[in-house]
């Protein structure tokens, strides 16, 4: 009877012995809250007796302007009465072309070509053939292996999984896949003492170019999570690092994979991540064009403002042409059933036009600073460590004695109407683009709040 309204409890028995949920423990759920959703409007999540919660992570980072968006709506319901789907093996659709020459326009400037998936991972595994393939067709088939950032995340399909650095994720599944090699992370929290987070950044480009010196003759490609490694904690970095991976990269001849499926869509504070690449302060270079251009820059979560499954994997001319030949051997093999859904596209497309129309970029620096004031009772409570921001993502540790701290600030959270989902003993906010100022107060004071209860 799917159209009856559910009391919460009901649909959590339900839920617990017909589904399977992700990123659980599902024995967790016997003594631990599993939240019924009824609907969605703006920053708030309702349940089944209209109790409220402030979605403070935007559903795992996908949602950019708000639950049941009127724009979005409108655009999805029209191309649903047009077209709901047509393969894209021999068709072609127009929110798909639109949608590929409008991120064209975007993107760091070279990136002309849209290959398109449904998910993030699927984005990884797109990248990480691409490179590998490309450098087969261009004559140097030993380069296959990659690496990644130390306590990387870029998915969990098994070829996702082998440039992910999260030990929960891969000691289990570690027989199945051929784990690649880890250079330092540029992290600020691990500077020595006294070190800035540039000089740390630079520290760990060092490193890199140790290891492109003495494997870049193997290597197909370097895949990072610009500015921010957001499952891994939101750790964040001096963008130095950016502009130096992408030199080193070019000099040994490593492709450069941008996997933006987090940062991308302005959450960094401008459109791509990539574009904050910046020259090491004091170099002569500083008045030259800043940002970089990855060779590949992968874009999911936040792309459909959080409606539907949808990612790209975006590259340049030349990659493209060392696919382009007769043989079908030589094309890029790989294929998902819904590439490039035209109502996903059309998501997408209504998200491109509520940043134009909206200024969304300039008006989102305006709500970071107000976020940054309201939070400083809360940044300077004596529990709180590693306070930091980068456009629209805060995090910060929270020294507690509770060894299972990442559960109980969800619970107590939800006493106090925010959606918060700690990694360990960090707490971050990532919220919705539309947050209002009231509901930046409320998400500072009542975090402060649980901090006390907890640190
Ligand atoms: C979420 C995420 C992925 C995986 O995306 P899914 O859609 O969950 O498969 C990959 N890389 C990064 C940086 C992510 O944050």
Request: proline share 5%; glycine share 6%; charged share 20%.
């Amino acid at each position: 009877m799917p159209n009856q309204p559910q009391s919460n409890s009901s649909l959590l028995a339900r839920s617990l012995a017909a589904v399977w949920h992700p990123c659980s423990q599902m024995k967790h759920y016997e003594n631990f809250p599993l939240l019924p959703v009824a609907r969605g409007s703006g920053v708030w999540l309702y349940d089944g007796d209209n109790k409220r919660y402030l979605d403070a992570v935007s559903s795992w980072w996908v949602n950019l302007f708000g639950h049941c968006n009127p724009r979005i709506n409108a655009a999805i319901s029209d191309q649903l009465g047009k077209l709901e789907h047509v393969m894209l093996a021999g068709f072609t659709h127009e929110p798909v072309v639109q949608l590929s020459e409008r991120l064209c326009e975007l993107a760091p400037r070279g990136l002309g070509h849209c290959f398109y998936a449904s998910d993030g991972a699927s984005a990884t595994e797109i990248a990480l053939k691409m490179s590998a393939h490309y450098w087969r067709n261009s004559g140097k088939p030993d380069k296959m292996q990659f690496i990644s950032l130390e306590n990387s995340y870029h998915g969990e399909t098994l070829g996702a999984l082998s440039v992910t650095d999260v030990a929960l994720f891969r000691d289990a599944y570690g027989a199945l896949i051929r784990q690649q090699a880890t250079v330092p992370s540029p992290d600020w929290r691990k500077a020595a003492a006294g070190e800035s987070a540039e000089a740390y950044a630079l520290r760990c480009a060092d490193a890199l170019e140790l290891h492109l010196q003495q494997h870049h003759a193997q290597l197909a490609a370097f895949i990072i999570e610009p500015l921010v490694q957001g499952a891994a904690g939101m750790a964040m970095y001096h963008p130095a690092y950016l502009r130096r991976a992408r030199q080193l990269c070019d000099e040994y001849e490593v492709h450069l994979i941008a996997d933006e499926i987090a940062v991308g869509m302005g959450r960094t504070g401008t459109m791509f991540a990539c574009e904050q690449a910046t020259e090491p302060s004091g170099s002569t270079l500083m008045q030259e064009a800043k940002g970089i251009t990855p060779d590949f820059l992968c874009l999911s979560k936040g792309i459909t403002g959080g409606y539907l499954p949808l990612s790209v994997v975006m590259t340049r001319d030349e990659i493209y042409q060392a696919f382009y030949r007769d043989e079908m051997a030589g094309g890029f093999l790989h294929s998902h059933s819904y590439t490039g859904n035209p109502l996903a596209c059309r998501a997408a497309l209504a998200t491109l036009d509520i940043f134009a129309q909206d200024n969304v970029l300039a008006l989102n620096r305006v709500k970071a600073a107000y976020m940054n004031e309201v939070s400083i009772p809360l940044r300077e409570h004596r529990a709180v460590r590693n306070w930091r921001n980068t456009g629209m993502v805060w995090a910060f540790e929270v020294e507690s004695p509770h060894g299972d701290f990442a559960r109980r600030c969800f619970a107590l959270a939800l006493e106090h109407e925010l959606l918060l989902r700690p990694i360990g003993n960090t707490i971050y906010f990532m919220p919705p683009y539309i947050i209002s100022e009231p509901e930046m107060d409320m998400l500072a004071s009542r975090t402060l709040r649980i901090v006390n209860e907890l640190g």
